[in-house]
């Protein structure tokens, strides 16, 4: 009997973990999302009067604030707001223990309480000012120190 092929894979078991070092990291809060996993680079002209149609290179990578939505609750929220204000290592895992891939990085998060609606759960943005390069690895072999 041939493996089946896998043609997808579900966001349920994804964690947004974060500590102090690599090998600290830890469940942060559960998250209801997670925003993009890297950015686009900008784009360098280099076209010329010899050119006929545009020329350009790749230039630098954005790096755009990362943002994750997760439930409020005042517990949550005062945990999330411990870790706000200083350099932190990020990982989020897809899959149980991050079977399915894992992501680190480092930065510094800030934590808002967001407006609210009828009939709605109170919830909060935890945003990430990214400051390394996402590793397609788990933290603590990303940033073991």
């Not at 290179?57 to 005062?78: C, L, W």
């Not at 943005?125 to 990214?130: L, Q």
Request: charged letters at 25%; aromatic letters at 6%.
């Amino acid at each position: 009997m041939a493996n089946a092929e896998v043609k997808a894979l579900s966001t349920i078991n994804t964690v947004l973990k974060c500590g102090d070092t690599g090998a600290t990291v830890a469940k942060l809060c559960p998250i209801k999302n997670y925003p993009d996993l890297g950015g686009d680079p900008e784009k360098i002209t280099v076209t010329d009067l010899d050119d006929e149609d545009e020329a350009s290179i790749p230039g630098v990578r954005s790096a755009d604030d990362m943002q994750f939505t997760a439930n409020y609750t005042k517990e949550t929220h005062k945990a999330v707001l411990a870790k706000a204000g200083k350099k932190q290592v990020f990982e989020l895992d897809f899959g149980a223990d991050g079977k399915d891939g894992q992501f680190s990085w480092t930065g510094v998060l800030s934590v808002k309480v967001n407006s609210g609606d009828v009939n709605a759960a109170r919830e909060m943005t935890i945003t990430i000012v990214r400051d390394s390069a996402i590793e397609s690895e788990a933290a603590a072999t990303a940033f073991a120190s």
